[in-house]
Nanobody
Framework: VQLQASGGGLVQAGDSLRLSCAASGLTFGNYAVGWFRQAPGEERELVAAFRGGFSTYYAGSVKGRFTISRANDAVYLQMNSLKPEDTAVYYC???????????????WGQGTQVTVSS
């Protein structure tokens, strides 16, 4: 199983980015998927999670600005109104819902860097 996260970059505050997570070896429809981020010196945190058709979770710091979705065998994180504090390495992960919410998913992608300048 491999997850591939992409779409990061350097943007200015207020801009938007869309991250993508593609998978080989698993079907997203059978898993919960989460986007996590880790800033330097900080612990990894769950940003958004999706269990198709059942549940969605957003961290309070991104609610109303970020949207997680699934289409065409990929999971996306649309990030709007980006702030400098959103700067981090973003990871996607897949597992069952409880595992994803707890940050203990079995399947992780490599990170993609998001840098937001002020």
């Amino acid at each position: 199983v491999q997850l591939q996260a992409s779409g990061g970059g350097l943007v200015q505050a207020g801009d938007s980015l869309r991250l993508s997570c593609a998978a080989s070896g698993l079907t997203f429809g059978n898993y919960a998927v989460g986007w996590f981020r880790q800033a330097p010196g900080e612990e990894r945190e769950l940003v958004a999670a999706f269990r198709g058709g059942f549940s969605t979770y957003y961290a309070g710091s991104v609610k109303g600005r970020f949207t997680i979705s699934r289409a065409n065998d990929a999971v996306y994180l649309q990030m709007n109104s980006l702030k400098p504090e959103d700067t981090a390495v973003y990871y996607c992960a897949a597992g069952n819902w409880r595992e994803v919410l707890a940050g203990r998913a079995h399947n992780w992608g490599q990170g993609t860097q998001v840098t937001v300048s002020s």
